[in-house]
């Protein structure tokens, strides 16, 4: 009976519900937020070259595709509860590891920082998984955007000026955010997710769902989008602020730049609306088009740095319409008995475009400045912007009922 006097907010509810969720996906973009910006200065300025500095994230894309398909292997050895708090263990890792500032610190920082990243967002998903229900999955992404558009608006301007006031700053921040993030997930005590039933069968490995993935023509497709989509964000991130650096605009434009974009994430509602009044083709057409128009011009003005800063921030409009949109041709392709298997296989987009970009980057920092990865990205774009026109013209269009008048 003395429980009924303990005040509302003092006690812990025994289902977890979509805040929870949003909470620690907003933590973790405080995290990332906060670095988004200041370790590709951090590991430029360490490296010292552009080329080796695409070297750095190539190693760490190829730990974090590997690391990513192991991690459901290792949450059926270690339960689930400690492999996230290991994710969380790796980010307190790589932020000690980055503080010094030698380039084998800095180099090892960005992989575990890779690995984390990984680790969180895998387990996250899961428990996302065990306790939203399939209706409210969209629901549950829109309040995540929400909780976390905050901290990557403001993350990597702060990050960058803390980087110039003192190196190890954000990393320290970072930090801060990490164990703020560990101790929150331990006090929603989220365990290791809903057990219903044992299982009477070994867990497939997603692996083993590529032949039927390849099958699908429409499903690479929509891969194909994400992938593309994933590395004009790479190039925004991680070379634009290098290419401010290298024109003389200092190093805090770049930060400011993706601050700003990050802030259109609190439109994301509208272009969601937008894009439910257009067809999904329509839709992911004319962000295909108008983010690789703008990046081909961005390297055409590149003898005017501010008009390709300009520019690049411009397509970055058309990169949140299609984090809004982008991902809609592969989900309504998917059978609905292969949803969670050719979920995991599509996740590793992020992964693939963390090997691809920098991968593409070195090649070309070989014959062309930095400005010319914006035309590169730019092409690969319009090349979507082709395939895209295959999609089904009524792709995500209302249907009138049968029943109607």
Request: aromatic letters at 12%.
């Amino acid at each position: 009976m003395a429980l009924r006097y303990i005040p509302l907010a003092l006690k812990h509810s025994p289902v977890p519900q979509i805040e929870h969720f949003a909470l620690l996906s907003g933590l973790e973009a405080a995290v990332r937020g906060t670095l988004v910006s200041a370790m590709p200065l951090a590991v430029y300025q360490t490296l010292g070259d552009a080329q080796k500095t695409s070297v750095a994230y190539l190693m760490a894309g190829f730990v974090a595709l590997f690391w990513g398909l192991m991690v459901p292997w290792i949450t059926q050895h270690i339960p689930r509860r400690w492999t996230y708090t290991g994710g969380g263990g790796l980010y307190l890792v790589g932020m000690m590891l980055a503080i010094p500032g030698t380039p084998t610190g800095i180099t090892l920082a960005l992989i575990c920082n890779a690995m984390a990243t990984a680790t969180v967002f895998i387990c996250l998903n899961a428990y996302v998984l065990d306790y939203v229900e399939r209706t409210s999955l969209g629901r549950s992404q829109g309040i995540q955007m929400a909780y976390a558009a905050t901290p990557w608006a403001i993350g990597p301007v702060l990050g960058v000026w803390l980087y110039g006031k003192w190196a190890p700053a954000p990393f320290v921040l970072a930090g801060v955010f990490t164990l703020l993030l560990i101790a929150v997930f331990w006090w929603l005590r989220l365990g290791n997710g809903r057990q219903i039933a044992r299982a009477k069968r070994p867990t497939v490995n997603p692996l083993g769902f590529l032949g039927r993935f390849f099958r699908q023509p429409r499903l690479i497709a929509g891969w194909f989008y994400a992938v593309v989509r994933s590395c004009g964000w790479w190039v925004y991130i991680v070379y634009l602020p290098i290419f401010c650096v290298e024109a003389g605009l200092g190093d805090k434009v770049g930060g400011f730049a993706l601050s700003c974009s990050n802030a259109l994430l609190f439109g994301a509602p509208a272009l969601n609306r937008l894009a439910r009044s257009m067809s999904v083709r329509r839709s992911v057409r004319l962000a295909f088009a108008g983010g690789g128009g703008l990046l081909i011009l961005a390297t055409l003005f590149s003898t005017l740095p501010w008009a390709t800063v300009v520019l690049a921030f411009c397509a970055s409009f058309f990169f949140v319409m299609l984090d809004v949109v982008g991902g809609l041709p592969f989900l309504m392709s998917v059978k609905p008995s292969e949803r969670t298997e050719m979920s995991a296989v599509y996740s590793s987009f992020r992964d693939v475009s963390g090997i691809m970009t920098p991968g593409v980057a070195w090649a070309v920092l070989f014959v062309s400045p930095v400005s010319g990865l914006f035309a590169v990205t730019g092409l690969a774009f319009l090349g979507c912007w082709l395939v895209a026109g295959t999609l089904h013209p009524r792709l995500g269009v209302t249907r009138p009922s049968r029943g109607g008048a």
